[in-house]
């Protein structure tokens, strides 16, 4: 191992005192030259450099990095992908309604006095009808994003898959991947999937009263499926397993109030229950389909005719809690002032801060159209 005792000596080795290795004075061609005898004169004789940097170049060469080794550059896949990302069947099946004002009102019909027979010539005294207004407040959905100037300038492009949901929400739509061309072009995509889920979260899952998903006051959402049915038509399974029994009831309830249940929605776990329904019976391939919102969904022949089950990730799935929620989509609708819409902040700093809102509400025409079975074991 050579070790130093000359300064001088460890840069340039036996070259005499005085040598000029580098004249502007001079033709390039010539200071090439000197240049080329010097670098011969240290690799083949200089102990540092034939002992250290004549030796074969390898992944680790140039020493520890950040990520793996210095001389081997890292390669960062443009493809983002989305771990928590969660599937929002309901909002693309439910109708969307324009809505004018900051309530979705409506009138609906209680009772009837209803017809009657009589002899000939009677006295017609007539029956009276009794109708009623409903109101329901549109509420304010927001996700807040922001990204610095550092950020837009560094952050690359990424391809984020599946990131959206595409089509008209009754009959087509695909789950597509969006290219980013830049970091606020990615988080904006990402601020549009929070507000996606935020929705079908509160489709779901909303309550007017406890407020469970939203991060602000109590009375900032708005009644979800399982708020709005609360108990209206419910088969209470506590203890019980979900049988065809069960299911047939539940259904007949919407039916005995004139509901015509066309879609419904259960926790994961119950779903995996009706498929070991379907499985004894040999008939769960031919009522199984992949629908076009990247779920699964299985179709039951109930006595109001068919009727598409879809697993939903924001029902819970945990013994007494899994629950199935029957719909008769023709009296739900989903109340839009406002469609999600884009704005930006003032700048006040290196950043450019920006939202995505979006103004809705969901309605029931007729809770009592529709049925459920919760508790279940």
Not at 8 to 18: K, R, S
Not at 73 to 81: E, K, M, Q, R, T
Not at 83 to 103: A, E, M, Q
Not at 110 to 117: I, P, Q
């Amino acid at each position: 191992m050579y070790k130093s005792t000359n300064g001088y000596q460890d840069a340039f080795w036996a070259l005499p005192e005085g040598s000029i290795v580098y004249d502007p004075s001079v033709s390039r061609e010539d200071n090439h030259a000197k240049l080329k005898a010097l670098k011969t004169l240290l690799f083949n004789e200089h102990p540092i450099y034939k002992e250290n940097l004549l030796k074969a170049t390898n992944s680790t060469s140039g020493g520890a990095g950040t990520s793996g080794y210095a001389m081997s550059p890292v390669h960062v896949d443009p493809i983002l992908v989305d771990r928590t990302r969660k599937f929002t069947p309901v909002k693309n099946k439910l109708k969307r309604v324009t809505n004018i004002g900051r309530t979705a009102d409506y009138n609906v019909i209680t009772a009837k006095g209803g017809a009657f027979c009589a002899t000939e010539d009677a006295n017609l005294t007539e029956t009276n009808t009794t109708y009623d207004r409903v109101s329901v407040a549109i509420k304010y959905l927001y996700s807040v994003g922001r990204v610095t100037g550092q950020a837009m300038a560094a952050i690359p492009g990424y391809t984020l898959i599946g990131s959206d949901v595409q089509g008209d929400g009754n009959s087509s739509a695909n789950i597509i991947n969006q290219f980013a061309q830049n970091i606020l072009q990615t988080e904006v995509f990402v601020k549009m999937r929070e507000l996606a889920e935020l929705e079908e979260a509160l489709i779901v899952r909303g309550n007017v009263s406890t407020s469970t998903y939203s991060q602000n006051t109590d009375g900032t959402e708005f009644n979800g499926i399982v708020a709005t049915m609360s108990t209206t038509n419910t088969y209470a399974a506590t203890g019980l397993t979900l049988t065809e029994d069960i299911i047939n009831t539940a259904i007949q309830y919407a039916f005995d109030d004139s509901g015509r249940p066309d879609m419904a929605i259960c926790d994961s776990a119950t779903f995996r229950d009706l498929q070991g329904i379907l499985s004894d019976k040999r008939i769960l391939q031919t009522v199984t389909k992949v629908t076009e919102y990247g779920t699964v969904a299985i179709t039951w022949l109930g006595m109001t005719g068919a009727i598409e089950i879809y697993p939903s990730q924001y029902l819970l799935n945990t013994t007494g809690n899994k629950a199935m929620y029957f719909l008769d989509t023709a009296v739900w609708e989903v109340r839009t002032l406002q469609e999600p819409t884009y704005f930006e902040f003032g700048i006040t700093n290196d950043s450019q801060k920006f939202a995505i809102k979006e103004y809705i509400t969901l309605v029931c025409r007729a809770p009592t159209f529709n049925s459920s079975i919760t508790a279940l074991a």
